[in-house]
């Protein structure tokens, strides 16, 4: 479960008081399941908040593979309407932003910018992390039983340059990793993460 601080005020648009809010993993990967509402946060994170018009030009952009300029009216209309209805009210319910709808504002709560949230983006033919990791694993123990048998090369080494093989492969491993999940983060470029593919 995640938690933090929710201090809305009441001139939202019926906007709760100031409130504690915990808001389940389900339901936040649930805010996140639609490509329009990350997109939305994507282009919020790191600011003081939003004109609803600018926010839906950004990502009517973005969605459309173009620079702002090239954005024309329809275009825009549809994403501000599906944004202003539907998008932001679920991610104000939720808690990650504050949209008043009167006033056609958007802006991050203090708990977006504490939810440190990653999208695990298999491109193309790449496999996830977790069963790259399952599979190092694997070829780890194999590794172990064929040196403790002294099977046939790996005799040719001494035991200890296994082991230092095996743990330069885990640390190069976890440092491109760290590397990528860096980039992974949501809100840490200039373009959504699953544009960068």
């Known amino acids: 479960m995640l938690s933090y601080g929710d201090d809305r005020s009441s001139a939202g648009g019926g906007q709760h008081g100031e409130t504690d809010k915990h808001v389940p993993e389900g339901e936040l990967f649930d805010a996140l399941s639609n490509r329009r509402r990350r997109y939305a946060l994507e282009a919020l994170i790191g600011t003081e908040g939003i004109e609803l ?15 702002i300029a090239a954005v024309d009216s329809t275009e825009r209309k549809r994403v501000y309407t599906s944004l202003q209805q ?18 056609g504002f958007v802006e991050p709560t203090p708990g977006l910018a504490e939810c440190e949230v990653y ?79």
Do not use: C
Request: hydrophobic share 50%.
């Open 119 to 197: 999208l695990d983006v298999v491109r193309g033919n790449d496999i996830p992390w977790s069963e790259y990791y399952l599979g190092l694993a694997a070829l780890g123990a194999a590794l172990t039983a064929a040196v403790a048998v002294d099977a046939y090369p790996f005799v040719l080494l001494p035991d200890i340059a296994w082991l230092a093989a095996s743990a330069v492969t885990l640390l190069v491993s976890a440092v491109y990793h760290n590397y990528y999940a860096t980039q992974s983060q949501l809100g840490r470029g200039d373009t959504p993460v699953e544009m960068n593919s």
């Open 53 to 67: 018009g600018d926010l839906a030009e950004q990502v009517a952009a973005w969605e459309l593979e173009k620079e």
């Open 86 to 103: 539907s998008h932001l009210p679920r991610l104000d319910d939720a808690g990650l932003v504050r949209f008043d709808k009167r006033a």
